[in-house]
């Protein structure tokens, strides 16, 4: 962690900001579905699963029943995988269905070089084939670097590539109680993910 | 495994921190293998050289399915095809293997310390799969995996090994690893087969079985390895079985929840009853399927790290 002093911060959306936003991604949900659609959220690990849990939970309110959730951890199926040091702590993916015939939508954070939406289609087709795989992220913050786009986007955002986009999680309710902007790190990630 | 764990020589060196870390990263690769599509593309373009001097089929069939599992490219050689047959030293076989660039080496070997040999003399990751009377690291670590699956812990089990203590790297490797995760190991077998000192390695011994499984969590049986018996250790196999062998009056004395493994090949009616080897208790092929599992974790550690540091 770098001193807040060298990081100007800005806010782009507060816990209510981000409740209003996922009311209205589940709103183009539904509205994109008929009823007749098997639909499932995937979270990517681990930044997408609090909120696949949360527009399952708003999508369900709004008379969606039977949505089902998994989750996905793209450890294996990064395209550094094999020249990066291994990552000791690879999550579980757990997608307890069959993806066969269902729209897949995968939920993610923060969408940025595209690297880890291409892993996690990929991930989720070895289960399967689903009819479709659709694209939800919270914050769009560009810089693409595959031709990937998101299908339900909460925000967009212009960044620039030595900022850092932190998207924070309340460990009460497991709610998104934040996204800011982290200005200009002295030593910027070398990751791209 | 922070970068620390380069090879995977044996189990005495390794700390139960890394133990653990292999047996979580198993997990997830037990998953894998349950999946419609059994294989992940982690190690593309990455080499593992199953290299065996000794024969082998369950073992080199485990980490070449569990390298192809990984999309490695797995390339196996046999003593009886390489040039070792025609005199070639250990020394010359690992340099020119290193000229063609493996990541990963998986060794067996009857001579105890030959895959230690091969890691000074590679920048390859080198996998010990048995050297002689030494170790077999893997084998010790699918066994931890299936108990673990079994019990859901292995810290104060009771776990019987019993068999031919004196020449076996899996007992060896296997009292190691689970006396340092905590379990109570017995080791079992005629006093012959029996060398001394084998308390320095916190283990209970016992030249009678019944004793050795009375209460038991876990009874793990070996076979005789009369290719490693120089001399008339035992008095023949027919007394052997029926005052070593595992049968159903005598598993009997151990837990009711108790446990059966075997890390074959067994010898039927030998080391152990048909109906025990076959029964609601045996885990044999839990133990086989736990293999690749557990030797995908091990490939996926060891491979990253591979030949991007000088030489040990």
Redesign the interface.
């Known amino acids: 962690m770098t001193t807040a002093s060298t990081q100007p911060t800005r806010v782009v959306m507060d816990k209510c900001a981000v409740a209003a936003v996922l009311q209205r991604m589940a709103g183009e949900i539904v509205a994109r579905h008929s009823d007749d659609v098997s639909l499932a959220l995937v979270g990517v690990r681990r930044g997408g699963i609090p909120l696949a849990a949360r527009l399952h939970a708003l999508l369900t309110t709004a008379g969606r029943a039977e949505v089902l959730v998994g989750t996905v951890d793209i450890t294996l199926y990064r395209d550094d995988a094999a020249t990066a040091l291994p990552n000791p702590q690879i999550g579980r993916s757990e997608i307890p269905f069959e993806v066969e015939g269902r729209v897949v939508i995968l939920v993610d954070d923060v969408l940025y070089t595209g690297r880890t939406t291409r892993a996690a289609i990929d991930a989720v087709m070895d289960y399967g084939r689903p009819r479709a795989i659709e694209l939800a992220v919270l914050v769009d913050r560009g810089h693409r670097e595959l031709p990937v786009q998101a299908d339900y986007v909460g925000l967009r955002i212009a960044t620039t590539r030595r900022e850092r986009v932190e998207v924070r999680v309340d460990p009460q309710d497991e709610h998104v109680a934040s996204v800011e902007v982290l200005g200009p790190a002295e030593n910027p990630p070398s990751s791209v993910y | 495994?922070?970068?620390s764990v380069r090879h995977l020589l044996g189990i005495e060196d390794l700390p139960a921190r890394d133990i653990v870390?292999f047996l979580d990263?198993a997990?997830?690769f037990f998953?894998?293998s349950t999946?419609?599509?059994r294989?992940?593309?982690?190690?593309?373009?990455?080499t593992v050289i199953n290299l065996f001097f000794e024969a082998s089929t369950r073992t080199r069939t485990s980490f070449e399915i569990a390298g192809k599992r990984l999309s490695a490219d797995v390339v196996n050689i046999s003593v009886s095809t390489s040039s070792v047959s025609k005199g070639e030293t250990l020394l010359d076989t690992v340099k020119n293997l290193e000229a063609m660039h493996p990541d990963v080496i998986v060794v067996r070997h009857s001579a105890s310390g030959a895959p230690h040999f091969i890691a000074r003399h590679t920048h390859a990751g080198v996998v010990n799969a048995g050297d002689g009377m030494h170790e077999h690291p893997t084998q010790a670590l699918l066994d931890a995996f299936t108990i673990r699956r079994a019990k859901g812990h292995i810290a104060d089990l009771v776990v019987t090994i019993s068999g031919d203590i004196a020449h076996s790297r899996v007992a060896r490797s296997n009292a190691l690893l689970l006396t340092r995760l905590g379990a109570k190991v017995r080791v079992c077998a005629p006093r012959t087969l029996l060398p001394a000192g084998l308390e320095q390695y916190g283990v209970e011994v016992f030249d009678a079985l019944g004793p050795a499984v009375e209460g038991a969590d876990v009874v793990m049986m070996l076979r005789i390895q009369h290719e490693r018996l120089t001399e008339a250790l035992i008095p023949s196999t027919r007394e052997y079985a029926r005052t070593f062998g595992l049968n159903r009056a005598m598993l009997a004395r151990a837990k009711p929840d108790a446990i059966v493994m075997h890390p074959g090949p067994m010898n039927r009616g030998v080391e152990i009853d048909a109906d025990v080897a076959d029964g609601p208790r045996s885990v044999i092929l839990d133990q086989v399927e736990a293999g690749v599992a557990v030797r995908m974790a091990v490939l996926?550690?060891?491979?990253?790290?591979a030949g991007q540091s000088p030489l040990a």
Do not use: D
């Not at chain 2, 996926?300 to 790290?305: D, S, V």
């Open positions: 495994m922070n970068g870390q990263t997990e997830v998953g894998v999946r419609r599509v294989k992940v593309p982690t190690l593309r373009g990455k996926y550690l060891l491979a990253a790290e």
